[in-house]
């Protein structure tokens, strides 16, 4: 299948997605993601609250007014201080826990996204897969070490393009290339929960979400889109992160169909 193939196919398996989880049963998921969303989103603010005050608490006691012998110094501007280590802080873990708010969001979710994935499978494909307990852990470490394996990637993705981002010109791409990482990594991890059930093994798992790897962008996009929405941003990638998973998975399976009517033998004709 061609790259732009891949790429409209994800997108248009969306459709297919929202309609098979809307009436095949599965709806009751979305309730789920959002009590798990908004857990996530409480202790998230908990987190930064805490972490980014000690971290304010630390800086400002190194910084010391006492000794100038200003009556503007000692009586202002510490305060002018405090307030702008307060905003810059807050601003800075604001975007840090975005950042990785996506990922938290996928492994958190993980056990609810798995069932979609093969719900979405026993539909379409009429597949019901028997896992055991000890299966059933193996695969959760599984899934956290592709996702932490994306995660670091990723990273190293950034570092390097916060370097490039001083070149002029060249620098200005380096956002568009960015969001385009994101979009596979997103991707990948919906696409990897086939792959994990049938058997795909970590390295096998990479090279198929490379082979198809515009897949893999255009599923991730619509999630990362949903990342910008304003005001609703917290909550809309629980229900898009459902929908995703489903569309991964059923645009692989119209990929496995079309593999496997292309490896078909033809038969042959005899007048």
Do not use: H
Not at 17 to 33: E, H, P, Y
């Amino acid at each position: 299948m061609k790259k732009s193939n891949q790429f409209f196919l994800a997108i248009k398996s969306y459709g297919k997605a929202f309609d098979l989880i809307a009436n095949k049963g599965m709806a009751w998921t979305f309730l789920v993601v959002l009590l798990i969303d908004i857990a996530i989103l409480a202790l998230g603010m908990i987190f930064t609250e805490s972490i980014s005050d000690m971290l304010m608490k630390k800086i400002t006691a190194w910084i010391s007014f006492e000794s100038s012998g200003s009556t503007f110094v000692k009586s202002y501007l510490p305060g002018i201080v405090n307030g702008i280590l307060w905003i810059t802080v807050k601003i800075a873990f604001f975007f840090a826990f975005g950042f990785v708010s996506g990922f938290i969001l996928q492994i958190v979710m993980s056990p609810i996204l798995a069932y979609v994935s093969e719900k979405t499978e026993a539909i379409l494909a009429g597949r019901k897969y028997q896992t055991t307990f000890k299966e059933f852990l193996k695969d959760i470490l599984r899934g956290l070490g592709i996702s932490f394996r994306n995660l670091f990637i990723e990273l190293l993705f950034i570092a390097g393009c916060l370097i490039i981002g001083f070149i002029p010109v060249i620098g200005w791409m380096t956002s568009i290339f960015l969001f385009f990482v994101s979009c596979y990594f997103y991707g990948f991890s919906f696409m990897d929960f086939t792959n994990e059930r049938q058997r795909r093994g970590i390295r096998a798992s990479v090279r198929y979400v490379r082979k198809n790897k515009w897949l893999a962008i255009g599923n991730g996009f619509v999630f990362a889109l949903s990342l910008f929405i304003p005001f609703c941003n917290k909550f809309i990638p629980a229900f898009v992160a459902i929908i995703s998973t489903s569309a991964a998975t059923i645009a692989m399976l119209e990929i496995e169909k079309e593999e496997n009517n292309s490896q078909a033998t033809p038969v042959a004709e005899f007048n």
